[in-house]
């Protein structure tokens, strides 16, 4: 499914991006924080869902709190959002069925728990006996059934009944995630063809970072199944190094593989990593778009290096001038019917209107929503 994305204005012309053509579908948007950011990553997600297309976020810092998406594009996450506030009630998800594959087969038991077991095991740093009693647990729950009737609490009454120091200490270090239950059976994950946001900022950056990459690793699992093949889904995550990151993290998976299971990502950041040993760091400039905003002071001549692959003295005095809402793009675009591949300054600059005139919120919810998956 091909998304035509409007990025902004070049010369006053206006410049899109076709996913369809580009060599993979992930888009990195980076600048410092005030840059006009956050304006254009809501921009893209609104062409997205337009579209038919459908997004996954996480509302971590607030950024898209209802008072905090633009006016012009107000109208449209109004519309289109769907909001999952996992605080008060968790997060519908068959966590512990197996997904069935396109040739009938279904996973493994084994592959389910170990993939549970290493993602909560890598988001909370358990030693080698807090994660040989974390599987122990997860595996009891699968046998027994216990998901369907208690959710993720079931966890912690395994772990209780193990009834030694490693599941005690490791009952601590769960708490938020089984007590306020936060994944649970029934229902779906996410809604297809709308705004899906996981509204996660009363936990704290840790629960935050936890629950996250559940979801992201659930979400490839699927993925492997070829279950976003066809339509394809958009993951938005903003200050994406803020989340787990080595090299058989969620996001590192995606950025690698993403394109040919319909995974595509939107990842926001204020700054990319020279020299860092996360994967996701050293593979996001493989994104077949670059967004880059203006930089900090001390991060210019490492930008500019980045858009062209020298630290061209031009590329530095331009990212030094850059407005709020101007940023230079690397990658293909259409302008006027014509193919363009390379750097080009686009602005994306909006016009302001004052607060008394930005509408209110329609309070009436939303609707259900059922997906077959």
């Not at 938020?176 to 936990?203: D, H, M, Q, V, W």
Request: aromatic share 8%; charged share 25%.
């Amino acid at each position: 499914m091909g998304i035509e994305i409007e990025l902004g204005k070049y010369k006053g012309r206006t410049v899109t991006t076709d996913s369809k053509q580009l060599e993979n579908r992930h888009i990195a948007v980076i600048g410092a924080s005030g840059s006009g950011k956050s304006v254009e990553c809501q921009r893209i997600i609104s062409n997205i869902v337009q579209q038919g297309g459908t997004v996954l976020t996480f509302d971590i810092h607030g950024t898209l709190a209802d008072d905090q998406i633009f006016w012009k594009f107000r109208p449209t996450f109004e519309e289109y959002e769907y909001e999952i506030d996992v605080r008060r009630n968790g997060i519908p998800c068959n966590l512990f069925t197996p997904v069935a594959y396109p040739d009938g087969t279904e996973e493994e038991e084994v592959d389910l728990i170990g993939s549970l077991t290493d993602v909560i095991s890598d988001a909370i740093h358990l030693g080698s006996a807090h994660k040989v009693e974390l599987r122990k647990a997860l595996e009891y729950v699968y046998e027994a059934g216990d998901y369907e009737k208690a959710g993720i609490a079931a966890v912690d009454e395994a772990l209780k009944s193990a009834r030694n120091k490693a599941a005690m200490e490791l009952r601590e270090k769960l708490y938020f995630l089984t007590a306020y239950n936060i994944f649970r059976p029934g229902g779906e994950l996410f809604c297809p063809g709308k705004i899906n946001i996981f509204r996660l900022s009363r936990f704290s950056l840790r629960t935050q970072c936890i629950i996250s990459e559940i979801i992201l690793t659930y979400l490839w699992r699927l993925a492997n199944a070829e279950q976003f093949k066809t339509k394809g889904i958009f993951v938005f995550v903003d200050e994406f190094q803020n989340f787990p990151s080595g090299k058989d993290s969620a996001l590192a998976q995606m950025l690698s593989e993403g394109r040919k299971l319909g995974v595509n990502l939107i990842l926001s950041s204020q700054m990319i990593l020279q020299g860092s040993t996360s994967a996701v760091q050293q593979r996001i400039t493989q994104s077949a778009l670059m967004l880059y905003f203006k930089p900090a002071a001390n991060r210019v001549n490492l930008t500019s290096k980045m858009i062209e692959g020298t630290s061209d003295s031009d590329w530095g005095r331009l990212l030094r001038t850059l407005g709020v809402g101007e940023f230079i793009a690397v990658g293909s675009f259409m302008i006027d019917g014509k193919c363009k591949k390379g750097a080009l300054k686009i602005s994306a600059v909006e016009e302001k209107i004052p607060s008394e005139q930005i509408k209110e919120k329609d309070n009436s919810g939303n609707r259900g929503c059922v997906l077959n998956i």
